[in-house]
C-alpha cells in the first residue's frame, strides 16, 4: 500500500491532471466517493444471502448486518478511487469523480475510506458475527490489494475482482447461520458469472477509455470484440447453470427454477446477440442494461421461493 496518503496509488501526479488543493466539498461529494449504486449492490446480495440462508429467522442481527457491509462497501469505493485518482483523471468517464476534479483531496479521500472500513469491519464483529467480518475483510483485501493494483498489468483483473464482487453474499448468509452450506457457495458462484457478461459490456462500451491510460484488460487487447462477446457468452452459460442448481439440489422449487430459465433464456439471448461483429457497441449497452434488470428479478424470485411464499 502507498505510504502517502496524498499521492495516488502507482503512479506520481502528472502536472495538470489532479488538483493539488480542493475547494470546500458537500455532502453530495463524499457520497459520490462512496460509489453508492456499486455499495447498494454489495449490501443487496448480503441481504439475500441472509434472507436465503434462514427463511423466517429473526431479523435482529439484520441491521447492523446491513450497516456493516454499507460502511465497508463504502470504504472500499473510495479507497479504490484514492488509488485510481491519476486514472481516472484520464479518463472520460471518470475525470469528473470527486478526487480527480478536485473536490475532494486524496487525503482525505484516504482517512474516509479507512474510517468507513473499519467502522464497518468492527460493526460486523461485534454484533453479528466473527465470520461475517472476515468474509467482509477478505472482500477489502481482495478488492483493493488484488484486482485495484492488477488493473494495470493483468488481462485478468476482471475475474479478480468478481471474486470480491462475488463475497457479499456469504457475509450475509455467515449472518443467518454462522457457516456457509452449498447454497452460500452457489450464491458465490452466481455473483461471480453473472460480473463476467456484465463488465465485459461495460468494458467494451469505455474501452477506449481503459486504452488511452494502458489497462491490459481483454476489452483492450481484443481489437474485434470477437473474444470479449465469446467470454461473455460463456460466463452466461456458466450462469444459467449455476442459477438451476438450486432447483436440482432440493433448496428451491419448481417456481423458482421456471424463473431461472426464462430469465436464463432471455440472458442468454442477449450475449448471444453480442456476439454479431454488426452492432456489437448497441449489443454491449443491450447485454449491460439486461443484466441490471437479471439480477434482482432472479435474486428476488429465489428469496421469495425460500420462504415459500410461491
Given at each position: 500500500?502507498?505510504?502517502?496518503?496524498?499521492?495516488?496509488?502507482?503512479?506520481?501526479?502528472?502536472?495538470?491532471?489532479?488538483?493539488?488543493?480542493?475547494?470546500?466539498?458537500?455532502?453530495?461529494?463524499?457520497?459520490?466517493?462512496?460509489?453508492?449504486?456499486?455499495?447498494?449492490?454489495?449490501?443487496?446480495?448480503?441481504?439475500?444471502?441472509?434472507?436465503?440462508?434462514?427463511?423466517?429467522?429473526?431479523?435482529?442481527?439484520?441491521?447492523?448486518?446491513?450497516?456493516?457491509?454499507?460502511?465497508?462497501?463504502?470504504?472500499?469505493?473510495?479507497?479504490?478511487?484514492?488509488?485510481?485518482?491519476?486514472?481516472?483523471?484520464?479518463?472520460?468517464?471518470?475525470?469528473?469523480?470527486?478526487?480527480?476534479?478536485?473536490?475532494?483531496?486524496?487525503?482525505?479521500?484516504?482517512?474516509?475510506?479507512?474510517?468507513?472500513?473499519?467502522?464497518?469491519?468492527?460493526?460486523?464483529?461485534?454484533e453479528v458475527n466473527g465470520l461475517s467480518a472476515v468474509f467482509a475483510l477478505a472482500?477489502?483485501?481482495?478488492?483493493?490489494a488484488l484486482y485495484t493494483p492488477a488493473k494495470r498489468w493483468s488481462r485478468w483483473?476482471?475475474?479478480?475482482?468478481?471474486?470480491?464482487?462475488?463475497?457479499?453474499?456469504?457475509?450475509?448468509?455467515?449472518?443467518?447461520?454462522?457457516?456457509?452450506?452449498?447454497?452460500?457457495?452457489?450464491?458465490?458462484?452466481?455473483?461471480?458469472?453473472?460480473?463476467?457478461?456484465?463488465?465485459?459490456?461495460?468494458?467494451?462500451?469505455?474501452?477506449?477509455?481503459?486504452?488511452?491510460?494502458?489497462?491490459?484488460?481483454?476489452?483492450?487487447?481484443?481489437?474485434?470484440?470477437?473474444?470479449?462477446?465469446?467470454?461473455?457468452?460463456?460466463?452466461?452459460?456458466?450462469?444459467?447453470?449455476?442459477?438451476?442448481?438450486?432447483?436440482?439440489?432440493?433448496?428451491?422449487?419448481?417456481?423458482?427454477?421456471?424463473?431461472?430459465?426464462?430469465?436464463?433464456?432471455w440472458f442468454l439471448w442477449k450475449a448471444l446477440v453480442f456476439l454479431r461483429p454488426?452492432?456489437?457497441?448497441?449489443?454491449?449497452?443491450?447485454?449491460?442494461?439486461?443484466?441490471?434488470?437479471?439480477?434482482?428479478?432472479?435474486?428476488?424470485?429465489?428469496?421469495?421461493?425460500?420462504?415459500?411464499?410461491?
Open positions: 500500500m502507498n505510504p502517502d496518503p496524498q499521492q495516488p496509488y502507482g503512479m506520481a501526479n502528472p502536472a495538470g491532471l489532479l488538483s493539488e488543493t480542493a475547494s470546500p466539498a458537500a455532502f453530495s461529494d463524499y457520497l459520490e466517493l462512496t460509489k453508492p449504486r456499486l455499495s447498494f449492490l454489495s449490501v443487496l446480495t448480503a441481504l439475500v444471502g441472509y434472507l436465503a440462508a434462514a427463511p423466517g429467522r429473526s431479523a435482529w442481527t439484520l441491521l447492523p448486518l446491513l450497516l456493516g457491509t454499507a460502511l465497508s462497501a463504502g470504504g472500499v469505493a473510495a479507497l479504490n478511487q484514492w488509488m485510481e485518482a491519476d486514472t481516472d483523471a484520464r479518463m472520460n468517464r471518470t475525470r469528473d469523480r470527486p478526487i480527480p476534479s478536485g473536490r475532494i483531496t486524496t487525503g482525505s479521500a484516504f482517512v474516509l475510506g479507512w474510517g468507513l472500513c473499519l467502522g464497518g469491519l468492527a460493526i460486523l464483529f461485534a472482500t477489502l483485501v481482495c478488492y483493493l483483473s476482471t475475474e479478480i475482482g468478481a471474486v470480491a464482487g462475488a463475497l457479499p453474499p456469504l457475509i450475509g448468509w455467515t449472518a443467518a447461520e454462522g457457516r456457509v452450506s452449498a447454497l452460500g457457495w452457489i450464491l458465490f458462484g452466481l455473483l461471480f458469472f453473472w460480473q463476467m457478461p456484465h463488465f465485459m459490456a461495460i468494458a467494451w462500451m469505455y474501452r477506449r477509455d481503459y486504452l488511452a491510460v494502458g489497462f491490459p484488460m481483454l476489452a483492450v487487447r481484443d481489437a474485434s470484440g470477437a473474444k470479449v462477446a465469446a467470454w461473455s457468452l460463456a460466463c452466461a452459460t456458466l450462469l444459467v447453470g449455476v442459477t438451476l442448481l438450486p432447483v436440482w439440489l432440493g433448496y428451491c422449487g419448481a417456481a423458482y427454477g421456471l424463473a431461472a430459465t426464462v430469465l436464463g433464456a454488426a452492432g456489437r457497441e448497441q449489443a454491449a449497452r443491450r447485454l449491460f442494461f439486461a443484466s441490471i434488470l437479471y439480477l434482482p428479478l432472479l435474486l428476488g424470485v429465489l428469496v421469495i421461493d425460500r420462504w415459500g411464499l410461491i
